[in-house]
């Protein structure tokens, strides 16, 4: 695995783990609120036997830069900016949480550079109310101004993003987790029936799937990948 150091939008240093095979087709992964690309190492190490593995650290966390300015869209404008310096095409896009929320905005902003789109326990924003945690003492992977930002985007009244999943032309899949997890299984139904071409599964590990169960979480992926192989 290597460290990759690239320039997003409006100069933030944005780092990447690469690893795999640079000639193989492109897995790219975005983490969830509070993680960093290091989250994605058991996925990222069993999908580099067979794709070119490139896990981001979104901006204000791990190696990336901590500007202080922080929104889905900037991280879209990142993500986007890394995908073309990188000159990556037919991308298979993963993103968790927060980081699904960016893969859908990218789907929309990029289509022609994606082939996959895989969302791991995100709809888009929705109207909720959950209270801001306490900042935790000492220092973290991240930087804390992140969580108010994204915790006033992610309650979302409008729905804004929702009248746009029509507009998502790349096959996708919409990884649940079930009961256990926090979010509204019901709206990824929901955004599942919204997007053109676009399969629902369940996986009972909670929000965090590919961490709580690994394997299924492989295996759902990479069987539908390979079920919608070109």
């Not at 492109?26 to 593995?53: K, N, Q």
């Not at 029509?166 to 899949?173: F, G, M, Q, R, S």
């Not at 299984?185 to 996986?203: K, M, R, S, W």
Request: glycine share 10%.
């Amino acid at each position: 695995m290597k460290t990759l150091a690239l320039t997003g939008a409006d100069g933030v240093h944005i780092s990447l783990q690469e690893s795999g095979d640079p000639g193989a087709p492109p897995v790219v992964l975005l983490h969830a609120l509070g993680d960093t690309a290091g989250d994605w190492r058991t996925i990222a190490g069993a999908l580099a036997a067979d794709y070119r593995v490139l896990a981001v650290d979104l901006r204000g966390h791990g190696g990336s830069g901590r500007p202080g300015k922080y929104s889905f869209e900037l991280m879209r404008d990142d993500v986007a900016i890394v995908l073309e310096a990188l000159d990556l095409r037919n991308v298979i896009l993963v993103g968790h949480s927060m980081g699904g929320v960016v893969a859908y905005l990218v789907a929309l902003a990029q289509p022609g550079r994606l082939a996959r789109l895989v969302i791991e326990d995100a709809p888009p924003p929705y109207p909720r109310t959950r209270a801001l945690p306490e900042q935790p003492p000492g220092e973290l992977p991240f930087d804390w101004a992140v969580v108010p930002a994204i915790a006033g985007q992610v309650n979302d009244p409008s729905r804004r993003w929702w009248p746009r999943l029509p507009e998502i032309t790349v096959p996708t899949l919409l990884v649940g987790g079930g009961n256990g997890s926090h979010i509204p299984q019901e709206l990824l139904a929901e955004a599942a029936e919204l997007i053109p071409d676009c399969a629902l599964v369940t996986l009972e590990a909670g929000h965090n799937v590919h961490a709580a169960a690994p394997h299924q979480f492989l295996n759902a992926v990479t069987g539908w990948l390979g079920e919608r192989a070109p």
